[in-house]
């Protein structure tokens, strides 16, 4: 059955404290933090970018199993920080892993869903038999303007997932999708930083297309929260997921291993596939994952995940790479000066 | 530097790709495709490096040309790859990380950039084994 063959994750070592930003705009350190359930954020270095973080992660991804990279069929990496505008990030991961040239690629922009749709066009391709492996990763050096609410959690990393059919490491039962077309969130063409409609941002964008989403697969799969062992959802502060699981029926034991927000930030297209990649660290055979993304725009993609005894055979090697947990341990901080340099905030001559 | 002569080099620069000779076993980065040692007897093939070795010597550096005074100041250093060649590179780490002999890995950066509008550079730098 289609499912995970192997995954990996990427986090930038540099973090900035919430409560060292909020000095630089006079605000409240503790409401920020407290109101956000956010306490730090990951910051690229000068040479990173949403390129290098994909290449990072799906190296790391091919560091746990070993599978010829010829067999790599297709590559589709999500997020709203392409470095370039016409040329595409999956190509260069492609030839950094040694996958080109036979396989098909394209970069995915879906506000921080397109990691999710990314792994199911991979799933597509894989149960028609198109393709032996795709790869599918999400990732960011997410954008917020100086002084915006958005600069206090927009942070950078990202994971890569290779999807197969190859005695995967866990199986994807289930995936669906609740689309609309609502302006919460979005960035022109052209722009630096994005904006966002205010009020819109909760509850007609989040909470209705989350919850859309996840009910959709209750209702198609026949299951009910306590049939998983752990939930992870898009995480773009700590509250929204927290609250999202209350209303569906997930405890906060349920959501605790994939919610990464509190120090690492925000990293869009990263953030739910960063999320998951904590929890598969953690997961044992038949453990069963529920999954969903949510993208501006707006909308969520659900995903039933259940863990196979691959995870814990010599097929694969988990401490090839490091664990969410260890990319998180032993951050070098910057004060706002640096962090800005390290942003390209401000303009040097 | 072109974007034809970057182009070319890609397969050095993202993944380490040098040569070795199959009759003594030496590998070569930047590849080569004449063994000094066996001459005509040499047998010269690809060879991928693991991308692990070590801090033979480093320097740092605290005033870079306009392209790179936005890293200063960062350490240079040549490294010895396990396999046994020698290349020059950034080390990315604080700068009193750094020390001879230091166990270092690849990691996959940024380069560089031709100005606003040119093309993006990527390729190898190394960090401190931990
Ligand atoms: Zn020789």
Redesign the pocket.
């Known amino acids: 059955m289609v499912g995970i063959v192997t995954y990996g994750a990427y986090i930038p070592r540099y973090r900035i404290r919430i409560g060292e930003i909020a000095r630089v705009w006079g605000a409240n350190a503790d409401d920020i933090s407290g109101g956000l359930g956010v306490f730090e954020k990951s910051v690229p270095d000068l040479d990173e970018d949403t390129i290098t973080i994909s290449v990072e992660a799906a190296r790391n991804a091919l560091q746990r199993r070993k599978i010829d990279p010829d067999g790599i069929g297709a590559i589709y990496v999500g997020s709203e920080s392409h470095p370039y505008a016409v040329k595409p990030t999956a190509c260069t991961v492609g030839e950094a892993v040694g996958a080109t040239p036979v396989m098909t690629a394209a970069d995915y922009e879906f506000a921080c869903k397109a990691g999710t749709a990314a792994v199911q066009t991979c799933m597509g391709l894989v149960k028609s038999g198109m393709i032996r492996y795709g790869m599918a990763i999400g990732a960011d050096v997410a954008q917020g303007a100086p002084g915006d609410a958005l600069e206090y959690t927009a942070a950078a990393g990202g994971a890569a997932f290779v999807i197969g059919n190859d005695d995967p490491i866990a199986v994807i039962n289930h995936t669906c999708s609740f689309t609309t077309d609502t302006p919460d969130f979005w960035r022109r063409e052209g722009q630096s930083f994005p904006r966002h409609g205010g009020r819109f941002t909760g509850d007609p964008g989040y909470f209705k297309h989350v919850l859309g989403a996840a009910r959709m697969m209750f209702d198609q799969v026949g299951t009910v929260p306590s049939d998983y062992d752990y939930a992870v959802f898009h995480q773009p502060n700590a509250k929204f997921p927290q609250r999202v699981a209350g209303m569906l029926g997930f405890s906060r034991e349920q959501l605790a291993p994939g919610l990464v927000v509190p120090t690492l930030g925000n990293t869009y297209s990263g953030a739910s596939l960063v999320g998951l990649a904590a929890t598969l660290d953690q997961a044992k055979p038949g453990d069963r994952i529920f999954v969903t993304s949510f993208g501006s725009g707006a909308g969520s993609d659900a995903f039933d995940i259940e863990v196979t005894d691959a995870i814990t055979s010599d097929l694969f090697t988990p401490g090839a790479a490091p664990t969410v947990t260890e990319l998180l341990s032993d951050p070098i901080y910057l004060d706002y000066a640096l962090y800005a340099k390290h942003k390209g905030k401000i303009v040097m001559q | 530097m072109s974007v034809a002569r970057f182009w070319r080099k890609q397969p050095q620069r993202y993944n380490l790709i040098g040569t070795s000779?199959?009759?003594?076993?030496?590998a070569f980065f930047p590849p080569r495709s004449f063994?000094?040692?066996?001459?005509r007897?040499?047998?010269?093939v690809d060879h991928a490096f693991a991308g692990t070795g070590h801090v033979v010597t480093f320097t740092i550096i605290r005033t870079a040309s306009e392209a790179f005074e936005h890293l200063t100041p960062y350490v240079l250093a040549i490294v010895e790859l396990d396999e046994g060649a020698r290349l020059t590179s950034q080390i990315v780490c604080t700068i009193d990380e750094v020390s001879i002999g230091m166990r270092v890995k690849n990691v996959f950066r940024k380069l560089g950039s031709d100005g606003e509008s040119g093309p993006l550079y990527y390729g190898t730098k190394f960090i401190p084994v931990k």
Do not use: A, L, S, Y
Not at chain 2, 21 to 26: D, F, I, K, V, Y
Not at chain 2, 35 to 39: A, D, I, L, S
Not at chain 2, 41 to 44: A, L
């Open positions: 000779c199959e009759t003594c076993g030496r063994c000094p040692e066996c001459r007897d040499g047998k010269i």
